[in-house]
Nanobody, 115 residues
Framework: QVQVVESGGGLVQPGGSLSASCAAS????????MAWYRQAPGKQREFVAG???????TYADSVKGRFTISRDGSKNAVRLQMNSLKPEDTALYFC?????????WGQGTQVTVSS
């Protein structure tokens, strides 16, 4: 079955940088979209960034210019580079792989921005 596994994240001071990686396994198909979402305590899960298998990327307004999502062609793996981090970026970051044969979520990786 399909598995989505995230790694990276961690604790950093405001203004610092972190990266997170995600890989989906268990299928020979390329997911149409691989994306990052985040959920802070007491808040709803929100979209952060996404990358299509054709190379198109999209970002939430709150992270534009600070976060970069990268995907190696149609491979089922993405990396999220997070720069100029702010305390409000603190959240559990989830990776989502969507397309055929379905939509799959990872368990999440914690990003904490605090002095």
């Amino acid at each position: 079955q399909v598995q989505v596994v995230e790694s990276g994240g961690g604790l950093v001071q405001p203004g610092g940088s972190l990266s997170a990686s995600c890989a989906a396994s268990g299928t020979t198909f390329s997911f149409a979209i691989m994306a990052w979402y985040r959920q802070a305590p007491g808040k709803q899960r929100e979209f952060v960034a996404g990358a299509s298998d054709s190379g198109h990327t999209t970002y939430a307004d709150s992270v534009k210019g600070r976060f970069t999502i990268s995907r190696d062609g149609s491979k089922n793996a993405v990396r999220l580079q997070m720069n100029s981090l702010k305390p409000e970026d603190t959240a559990l970051y989830f990776c989502n792989a969507a397309g055929f044969p379905g939509s799959y979520w990872g368990q999440g990786t914690q990003v904490t921005v605090s002095s």
